[in-house]
């Protein structure tokens, strides 16, 4: 069975660098400016990246001012790293991106790795830099097998946000269910 197992982000939005190790399901309480919705926002922005609307979405959100921490001139660069337990090893998807001209982000690197169980030595495939959307299908398209797996992977990764669970929200209220 495929799993997120680790997820490392630097530079993005309130973030300046966090690292977290997550579950099968993650659970994010906190105080109101604590990063939750921040989190949940990479997880958009990687839902998009996937989708190759990443410099749309950019756009749609305030450019990337508002997507670096603190902006450009504090944080030129943003970086993540997202980590998959597999059956035979762990996969890892890493990006940076780096403020460019328009007040767009540009790849940086873009790199696939999987380290096989048993192995010490990781099967890494850069996937270049300067482009403006994720060329992940490029390469899944040409039969690569990692690119194909964290395409998949990567994909399936989900986000539920309530914005409202107190007693009255609705989805605390009673309901009649079609089963």
Known sequence: MSELKKVTIKGFRSIKEVTL????????????????SNLIAFF?????????RLQQH???TGRATANLYFGPKVTPQMEAELLFEVDNGTDSYRMRLFHGASDSLIFAEE???FLQTGFRKPKTISLGAGHQETRIREEAEQQEPVALVLRRLLNRCRVYHFHDTSPTSRVRQYCYGNL
């Open 111 to 113: 790199t696939l790795t």
């Open 58 to 60: 950019i756009g749609a």
């Open 44 to 52: 958009k922005l990687m839902n998009e990246l996937m989708a190759e």
């Open 21 to 36: 190790e997550l579950g099968p399901l993650n659970i994010l309480i906190g105080a109101n400016g604590a990063g939750k």
